[in-house]
């Protein structure tokens, strides 16, 4: 008997539909399991600590991956888990990378002397909060509300705050897509 008569004979017994829904489900589940844990996750955006670029309760695509080839860059929109508060996930824009000094002073924030343009923020930081020294393996994250006390983010670190710098191993990944509500999907 050839290879193919055997993937063709009727002498095999036909599966019953109760195993083949079984099956399905067993290797949609083994396969959701690996998408979450290493490729892709959704997230929801919670409070307004980055309008006017994310909403309440919108839902996002996270790239869990990326950052195993390639460290965070400037401008990424990350997701990660604060130190200061273990239990929740915080969605954050990438501001300062290691070995960067932020200033944010006279409604600017300078990295390395220059004053960044930030298309995505509505509302300049009022407050003087001084300088940051980013660490090695750290990024220094700020949310685009910049309202005082509207983004709990590097600005405000421990033990005050519950983010300070964030540790490139806390951080979950980087959103790239917004798909709910369906009327808003969008790339980031």
Do not use: C
Not at 22 to 39: K, Q
Request: charged share 25%; no cysteine.
């Amino acid at each position: 008997m050839s290879i193919k008569d055997f993937f063709t004979s009727k002498s095999r017994k036909p599966k019953s539909s109760f195993r083949e829904w079984v099956e399905t489900i067993l290797i949609s589940g083994i396969l959701a399991f690996f998408i979450i844990t290493f490729i892709v996750q959704s997230f929801v955006v919670k409070g307004s600590s980055m309008e006017p670029s994310f909403h309440n309760s919108e839902r996002v695509f996270v790239n869990k991956f990326i950052y195993r080839f390639t460290e965070p860059d400037r401008g990424d929109v990350i997701v990660f888990k604060p130190d200061g508060d273990p239990r929740n996930r915080y969605i954050k824009r990438v501001i300062g990378l290691p070995g960067d000094t932020i200033i944010i002073e006279n409604k600017e924030v300078r990295v390395n002397g220059e004053v960044i343009e930030e298309e995505y923020i509505d509302v300049l930081i009022g407050e003087n909060y001084g300088t940051y020294e980013v660490p090695e393996g750290h990024v220094f994250v700020l949310g685009d509300n910049r309202h005082l006390y509207a983004s709990s983010d590097s600005r405000f670190m421990p033990p005050e705050g519950t983010v300070g710098y964030v540790d490139y191993n806390s951080i979950s990944g980087k959103a790239f897509l917004v798909y709910w509500p369906i009327t808003k999907i969008r790339g980031i």
